[in-house]
């Protein structure tokens, strides 16, 4: 079956530029993570939903990050006004409620 | 606030041999650790999990061991192959926490012929 997908997989912005970044987990999962790596790091966890509900937004580094999924399906992550610091892969991760998270392939963001 | 190490620097070894790898964490005991193995442009992908009651766990040519007294795991690859090189990260969860995965940076583990 499918697995998370995301898109874009590449994307370069300039900076001050917004942004909006796509998750499609695997279907009937209750929850979502979105994760932020930089290079040669393990991820860190930006924000987590359980359905449609945000329950954990602690991660998100600054109020120009915003993250919603509205029907409990798709999950959108949005950086406003992008800053260098920015620059990482974003990964986002479903579970169906258990232990282990299925990741998707992540989305290489390079601010200039 | 919780610290997880992994070994910075790449393993090496060679084809056959066990590979070895290690996860050390500070404070706090997680209710669970898990290991994701990660290849270059690539999401994580789960390998192990093993909880803080338990002290091994064994799947296939992998070994999972976690000391709560010594805040450790290890990581064990019996009779490795290069398709096993790859990035290893360790992942703590605590009780409470939406299970959300704390990681560790990862080790670069290169298995040659």
């Known amino acids: 079956g499918a697995g998370v997908s995301q898109s874009p997989r590449y994307k370069v912005a300039k900076r001050g530029q917004d942004v909006a970044l796509r998750c499609d987990p695997i279907?009937?999962?209750?929850?979502l993570f979105w994760y932020q790596q930089a290079l040669g790091q393990g991820p860190e966890f930006l924000t987590y939903?359980?359905?449609?509900?945000?329950?954990?937004k602690s991660g998100l580094p600054s109020d120009r990050f915003f993250a919603e999924r509205p029907e409990g399906s798709v999950s959108t992550l949005k950086i406003q006004r992008t800053q260098q610091e920015d620059s990482a892969v974003y990964l986002c991760?479903?579970?169906?409620?258990?232990?282990?998270?299925?990741f998707g392939p992540g989305t290489r963001l390079l601010v200039l | 606030s919780q610290k997880i190490e992994q070994n910075s620097e790449a393993l090496n070894i060679q084809e056959g041999k066990t590979a070895t790898l290690t996860c050390n964490y500070t404070?706090?005991?997680?209710?669970?650790l898990q290991w994701y193995r990660q290849d270059p442009g690539r999401g994580p992908v789960f390998l192990l999990l093993?909880?803080?009651?338990?002290k091994e766990k064994r799947k296939e040519r992998l070994k999972v061991t976690f000391d709560t007294t010594l805040k450790q795991s290890l990581f064990h690859i019996t009779a490795s192959q290069p398709a096993d090189s790859a990035t290893y990260l360790c992942?703590?969860?605590?009780?409470?926490?939406?299970?959300?995965?704390?990681f560790g940076a990862g080790t670069r583990l290169a298995v040659h012929p």
């Open positions: 939903f359980q359905n449609e509900a945000q329950l954990d």
């Open positions: 279907s009937g999962h209750v929850s």
């Open positions: 992942a703590l969860v605590f009780s409470g926490g939406y299970n959300k995965l704390i």
């Open positions: 404070n706090y005991s997680p209710a669970y």
């Open positions: 093993i909880r803080e009651n338990e």
């Open positions: 991760a479903s579970s169906p409620l258990g232990e282990t998270q299925y």
